[in-house]
């Protein structure tokens, strides 16, 4: 998965919880992406950064925010964790050195909200 | 609508057969067109790549793009039970990528 992992991997947490999800690289990638995938939607994009404290909405970014200080550390939170939530979500990475902008995705965080 | 539509299936053929998947979009700005292999419970891999429009062949696989009907595809010859996976299209826009629903394949042996 080009050396990014995301953690934790599987979480069941309850309505209302605050909820963060990590994403780690060590490929030194400027880009970086939080995505969800549920039945019948594909991949939609959450957030995405193009630098450290330099970050973007994507389609679906009601009730998440980001933050990454580091290069190599990308977080998603969750203020108030709702069913809707409920998703597989995957971090990519993008050096956009080329320009149709490969994306590296990694593993993949399974979150249940109950 | 969604900018890149994509008929998710179930497809499901017999090993040896040739596939077609198909999408469309609806944004003009696309330039990029690629296409994501997921196996089940692993995170999305390129697969190809197409640049505008034109054809682009990779050992079993070729990747088509048509943008006077916005209309995008990849086929697979000589299917492989091993080919069997979710198969994504996606536009690419500056620094972003737009993803269709998604296609599940399965090759039967």
């Known amino acids: 998965d080009a050396g990014i992992t995301q953690s934790p991997r599987h979480k069941v947490t309850e309505t209302g919880t605050p909820v963060t999800l990590r994403c780690h690289q060590t490929e030194n990638h400027r880009y970086m992406y939080w995505y969800r995938q549920d039945p019948g939607h594909g991949l939609r994009l959450i957030h995405y950064s193009y630098g450290v404290k330099d970050t973007d909405k994507g389609e679906v970014s009601d009730g998440y925010s980001v933050s990454r200080s580091k290069t190599e550390d990308f977080l998603l939170t969750l203020e108030s964790a709702t069913s809707s939530q409920t998703s597989v979500y995957f971090c990519?990475?993008?050096?956009?050195?080329?320009?149709?902008?490969?994306?590296?995705f990694g593993p993949g965080t399974r979150l249940t909200v109950l | 609508q969604k900018e890149v539509e994509q008929d998710p299936g179930p497809l499901s053929v017999p090993e040896g057969a040739i596939v077609s998947l198909n999408c469309t979009y609806s944004n003009s700005a696309f330039q990029y067109f690629m296409w994501y292999r997921q196996y089940s419970r692993k995170g999305p891999e390129l697969l190809m790549y197409?640049?505008?429009?034109g054809n682009k062949e990779d050992g079993r696989f070729t990747a088509q793009v048509d943008k006077s009907s916005k209309y995008i595809s990849l086929f697979i010859r000589d299917s492989q039970p091993s080919d069997s996976a979710t198969y994504l299209c996606?536009?690419?826009?500056?620094?972003?990528?737009?993803f269709g629903q998604g296609t599940e394949l399965s090759v039967k042996p």
């Open positions: 996606a536009g690419s826009e500056g620094g972003k990528l737009i």
């Open positions: 990519a990475i993008s050096d956009f050195q080329r320009k149709y902008n490969e994306q590296f």
């Open positions: 197409t640049y505008s429009s």
